[in-house]
């Protein structure tokens, strides 16, 4: 085994065994060895036998697969939501869970673009940083335009908030099942950037607010790691302030609410439920967001939000009766880049149908279907009539 391999598989036992909560004393233990022994294993001094990766993998929880794969391991960051997630007292199994899969998704996608020879592009956003002085919510309203500049979003809403930051910023961002009272969670590594997790349980509008919450943390406190709830017991600390104002100014400009709030009030002399359901439709977030967003610009009186859960509105039930359009945004659990990286090596021959299903979290039949719809295209040939055409993603377009 060469000396890099060593290495490598080494600072992955170390990696693995830190994720799981394993001490070197248990892991050595498990092994019939000595501690200092599995310091040298994991330091790459000694190497590690076939039979011992086996053991450890089966005691870590992972495969042996994901061991032995090569290039540099992503550095452990369960340790650090699980703290989170533990000091937030939101610690049980399912969360858990997510946080185990969270970094395999981190690792496999950083495994697929070494594959692929394709490296994730940063377009991060300056850091910062708040003091005791500032105002946290005229800081985060800032932030929000800052961006939306930055990003050429001017101030109309933006529906595509996941491809939007997947692309244009670089930020990694999973669904998986979380429980209903967690929102997300974010962590920001040296070499994989922004990563972020939402729970795919939550309706759209509430994903994309999750989502610009999370970003909003890699803006005012990157290098720490959270696990946000939906709700907060007590007095939310500052940079939660931040994110949770930053997520609302940049799904609903300040200026183009201010607008459409004005369109209506002249067009019809009064704001009523109706527009309020219309509105938060346009914006494509929830009714709760928008009437909060409403009460903190000054437009629509204090307490509106209080008296709409008072009263039992159906938001869902008023909005077909306004016959509102359902938006759609796709809840799958990986970024479109990730499922077309790995459709990309299948169809290179770099992977096999089996490593495909393990890396789109589906069985083999399901893959070669996932792999056929990303190749397949429909357009209209010059009789009028649809036709679907076959792609290969090795053809090159240039003249």
Not at 136 to 159: I, N
Not at 355 to 362: H, M, S, T, Y
Request: proline share 6%; charged share 30%; aromatic share 8%.
């Amino acid at each position: 085994m060469p000396e890099l391999d060593r290495r490598v598989i080494g600072r992955r036992l170390a990696e693995a065994r830190k994720a799981r909560g394993v001490t070197q004393e248990e892991a050595a233990g498990h092994l019939e060895c000595s501690r200092p022994t599995l310091i040298a294993t994991e330091k790459g001094e000694r190497p590690a036998k076939p039979e011992e990766i086996v053991r450890l993998a089966a005691f870590y929880g992972r495969s042996v697969h994901e061991l032995l794969r090569p290039g540099e391991p992503v550095s452990a960051f369960e340790p650090h939501l699980r703290v989170a997630a533990q000091r937030m007292r939101l610690g049980d199994h399912e969360l858990m869970e997510a946080i185990g899969e969270f970094q395999r998704f981190v690792e496999d996608y950083c495994e697929l673009e070494r594959i692929a020879g394709a490296p994730l592009r940063y377009n991060y956003p300056a850091e910062i940083k708040l003091r005791a002085w500032m105002n946290v919510d005229d800081v985060a309203e800032d932030a929000a335009a800052m961006e939306r500049r930055r990003l050429g979003l001017g101030d109309q809403p933006t529906y595509e908030l996941r491809g939007l930051l997947e692309w244009d910023v670089g930020a990694r961002i999973f669904y998986a099942p979380l429980p209903s009272a967690v929102a997300g969670m974010f962590v920001y590594l040296a070499e994989q950037g922004c990563c972020i997790l939402i729970n795919v349980k939550h309706p759209p509008e509430r994903r994309r607010a999750s989502i610009a919450h999370e970003y909003g943390h890699s803006i005012v406190d990157r290098y720490s790691a959270a696990v946000d709830p939906l709700t907060y017991a007590r007095r939310k600390p500052a940079n939660e302030r931040f994110a949770e104002g930053f997520a609302m100014a940049l799904l609903m400009p300040t200026t183009s609410v201010r607008r459409r709030f004005h369109e209506i009030m002249s067009s019809a002399g009064d704001f009523r439920w109706a527009d309020l359901c219309r509105l938060s439709s346009f914006f494509f977030v929830s009714v709760e967001a928008m009437t909060l967003r409403l009460e903190k610009l000054g437009l629509i009186r204090r307490g509106s939000y209080d008296h709409l859960k008072e009263s039992g509105f159906k938001v869902r039930k008023a909005e077909q009766l306004l016959e509102l359009p359902r938006r759609q945004e796709s809840a799958e659990p990986y970024p479109e880049r990730y499922k077309f990286l790995a459709v990309q090596a299948f169809e290179e021959g770099k992977i096999s149908e089996g490593q495909l299903a393990r890396f789109l979290r589906c069985d083999r039949v399901s893959a070669r279907a996932l792999v056929a719809a990303c190749l397949r295209q429909s357009r209209m040939d010059r009789k009028g009539e649809p036709q679907e055409i076959q792609l290969s993603l090795e053809e090159s377009l240039l003249p």
